[in-house]
């Protein structure tokens, strides 16, 4: 039995799928966090909160690295750590530099944090030779307009530092950029009061389907697991609608995506880590959208387990721990599994759900969420705002992005404005 280190979390999806699978591969865990109301708050479902199984809970400031490494070295000291984790990409550089100083096994701190902060990758890709589009980090709005005007229209502006596509805008005037720049610095702290970096991204707007690759990297190789396809709505924003693994696309593309994210994974040095890389198919081939170095949110490791067997939440504990991750697909009997997101796109409070009950008792389906009503709800404007989901499977080919939408189309959603 190992113990691991679990360094803050999310308090969704991977709040649930990496302390099951440290359970099922027989360790346990110590949380840490400096809010633990912020999880007990959001309860999945009503129920306790899965952090709660953790064999210690430790509070301490996870926001300032200076004082927790000592503070995380006396525990260490007392309890024992074999391991390094967390969910939250916002503690992902904290959790690099805690294994570091412990001498556990994990990725470089420099590594993670290249690739969790866009304008980093970004550099280092383009050092690395991998053809990208032309991009402009800017550190104010004056500095903005005069690289949209060098750079072109369309562009996508987007934080260095934030996830779930928040803030992410694509602009196609001068009016649309100062619009989107406003907002974003209105945001000086993102979730879990972590001062943003004020600096912006410019992009020169990728036009093409978009999917990941979702490797593990460990002792110096990294391993593909697959490729899944995302939707993506919301226009101005990158509203990720829905996913399917594996993605429905030619030998030739799926190639052509493993080699792109693999040369990135090499260029930002990643090793140690499950990762996952958003990759635009553009005429010209493919391009980098970022490098993630923790697994697939959204569901799409549970997409990957129903089809291949293989479960990337545990694969993220065994490398974690230093060891070498098992990834043998075995049989599942289903070729495809898609899931689709309920997204709102007005304001209000949620009544109900019509469709529910017959969606819930169709063939294929593997899961269905939905929020509760009297739920306040907000228009999207990221991944963060979804009203629920639907999950389901195809034991005979790439039908499952299919099933997925006619299911999708039954649920209707009644928002009452306030």
């Not at 280190?5 to 840490?32: D, K, N, Y």
């Not at 490098?291 to 799409?300: K, L, S």
């Not at 479960?311 to 098992?326: K, N």
């Amino acid at each position: 039995m190992a113990h691991l280190l679990m360094v803050e979390s999310w308090v969704g999806s991977m709040s649930r799928l990496l302390p099951r699978a440290i359970r099922e591969g027989g360790h346990e865990f110590t949380f840490l966090t400096r809010d633990l109301h912020h999880y007990l708050r959001s309860a999945p479902e009503g129920t306790a909160h899965p952090l709660l199984a953790a064999r210690h809970v430790l509070t301490a400031d996870t926001n300032d690295t200076e004082t927790l490494l000592p503070f995380v070295e006396a525990a260490h000291r007392t309890l024992g750590f074999d391991g390094v984790i967390t969910s939250c990409d916002y503690y992902l550089p904290t959790a690099a530099r805690t294994a570091a100083r412990l001498g556990l096994p994990g990725p470089t701190p420099e590594a993670v944090e290249s690739a969790c902060r866009k304008d980093a990758t970004r550099r280092a890709l383009a050092d690395a030779g991998l053809p990208g589009p032309r991009f402009a980090v800017c550190a104010d709005w004056s500095a903005a307009a005069e690289a949209a005007r060098e750079i072109g229209y369309p562009l996508v502006l987007k934080p260095v530092d934030l996830c779930a596509g928040m803030f992410v805008r694509r602009v196609d005037d001068e009016a649309a950029l100062a619009h989107a720049h406003r907002a974003l610095a209105a945001f000086p702290v993102n979730a879990r009061g972590q001062r943003r970096a004020p600096v912006v991204l410019l992009e020169e707007l990728l036009e093409g389907p978009e999917v990941s690759v979702e490797a593990v990297s460990y002792g110096g190789t990294a391993h593909v697991v697959g490729v899944t396809d995302k939707s993506v709505g919301g226009a101005p924003a990158f509203i990720e609608t829905g996913h399917m693994f594996p993605a429905a696309l030619s030998p030739a593309d799926t190639e052509a995506a493993e080699e792109t994210a693999l040369r990135a994974l090499k260029a930002l040095g990643l090793d140690g880590v499950v990762t996952h890389t958003e990759i635009k198919l553009t005429a010209d081939g493919p391009r980098v959208v970022e490098v993630n170095p923790r697994p697939a949110g959204n569901r799409i490791t549970e997409l990957i387990r129903h089809v291949t067997g293989i479960d990337l939440a545990a694969a993220c504990v065994d490398v974690a721990l230093g060891r070498e991750p098992d990834l043998r697909r075995r049989p599942t009997g289903l070729k495809s599994a898609a899931i689709g997101f309920l997204v709102p796109y007005d304001d209000g409070a949620l009544e109900a759900v019509d469709g529910a009950e017959a969606v819930a008792a169709a063939s294929g389906l593997l899961e269905l969420r939905l929020a509760e009503p009297g739920k306040e709800v907000k228009a999207a404007g990221s991944n963060n705002e979804y009203l629920g989901h639907v999950m389901a499977g195809d034991a005979e080919g790439l039908g499952a992005r299919d099933r997925v939408a006619a299911l999708l189309a039954e649920l209707r959603p009644r928002v009452v404005s306030r």
